[in-house]
């Protein structure tokens, strides 16, 4: 797959499209995509052993203030293989901070068309309170036992500040690669 070619979305901010790098439930193994090859690395194995509680990716044609795409994470009802497409909604984000500086993390789900169940999802508060405690957990200690790595949760926000976060994001990237 030539990810250059998987444009951001199809309305960017309220329609996106989330390349996935690594499935809900998976092992503690960072993945990440080579945006040259397309193909899937190993980022390095996850100290702590924690799985992965949702699907975790990026949007495309985005530039974090990390240097990296702006991550997204996917709930859905089953795993997504990683290196597929999935068109998403945004609904909230999860401010971070890390070693590398703000690290924030879109919360979107899946399209009514591909997913009925989240249909009525339209805000982070519509989430359920049992997976923004996992997702919450997950960000606050999986980097716990790497001594050089850190994590500040900042909190949560809803979806109108996801949706500023894609287009300051999307405009980042479109001004560096006019």
């Known amino acids: ?8 979305g199809k309305n960017i901010p309220n329609d996106i499209y989330v390349i996935i790098e690594i499935s809900s439930n998976s092992s503690p193994i960072k993945y990440e995509i080579n945006k040259e090859s397309g193909m899937l690395f190993v980022d390095r194995f996850i100290a702590t052993p924690m799985f992965y509680p949702c699907n975790y990716g990026y949007i495309n044609e985005t530039l974090s203030l990390d240097g990296d795409p702006l991550d997204v994470l996917v709930p859905s009802p089953h795993p997504i293989q990683s290196n597929s497409v999935i068109r998403c909604k945004p609904i909230g984000m999860l401010k971070m901070l890390d070693e590398s500086g703000e690290d924030n993390k879109i919360i979107a789900v899946p399209k009514s068309k591909i ?29 716990k036992i790497e001594r050089t790595k850190w994590v500040e949760i900042v909190g949560w926000e809803n979806n109108e500040q996801a949706k500023l976060e894609i287009n300051t994001s999307y405009n980042r990237f479109k001004k560096i690669n006019i």
């Open 115 to 143: 997913c009925e169940e989240y249909k009525n999802i339209n805000d982070i508060s519509n989430l359920s309170k049992l997976l923004k405690k996992q997702i919450w957990h997950f960000f606050k200690y999986y980097k």
């Open 1 to 8: 797959m030539n990810v250059k070619n998987i444009v951001a």
